[in-house]
Nanobody
């Protein structure tokens, strides 16, 4: 199967920076989209940043200009560089990917990481 493993979360003061990583492993032929979502207590999960295999990016308005998503296709890894962090960025951040598992099968499947906590103190 496929696993997504996130790392890099933690506690940071407002104005600081963190970099999240998410590595995909297992039965992978190709990865279409790799993106980051977040969920704060009492709120719905929301898209933070997305990056297609072709290099197109999409950011939530609340993080545009502060966060940067990038990926290393050779390592099946996506990153989220978070700068100028604010207390309202506090949430569990989830990695998500849409993956084609074999060359023979054209179906793509959605996978989620386990989440990593990001806490920004004021």
């Amino acid at each position: 199967q496929v696993q997504l493993v996130e790392s890099g979360g933690g506690l940071v003061q407002a104005g600081g920076s963190l970099k999240l990583s998410c590595a995909a492993s297992g039965m992978i032929f190709s990865i279409n989209v790799m993106d980051w979502y977040r969920q704060a207590p009492g709120k719905e999960r929301e898209l933070v940043a997305a990056l297609t295999s072709g290099g197109r990016t999409n950011y939530a308005d609340s993080v545009n200009g502060r966060f940067t998503v990038s990926r290393d296709n050779a390592k099946n890894t996506v990153y989220l560089q978070m700068n100028s962090l604010k207390p309202e960025d506090t949430a569990v951040y989830y990695c998500h990917a849409i993956i084609r598992r074999t060359a023979a099968q054209h179906n793509e499947y959605s996978y989620w990481g386990q989440g990593t906590q990001v806490t920004v103190s004021s």
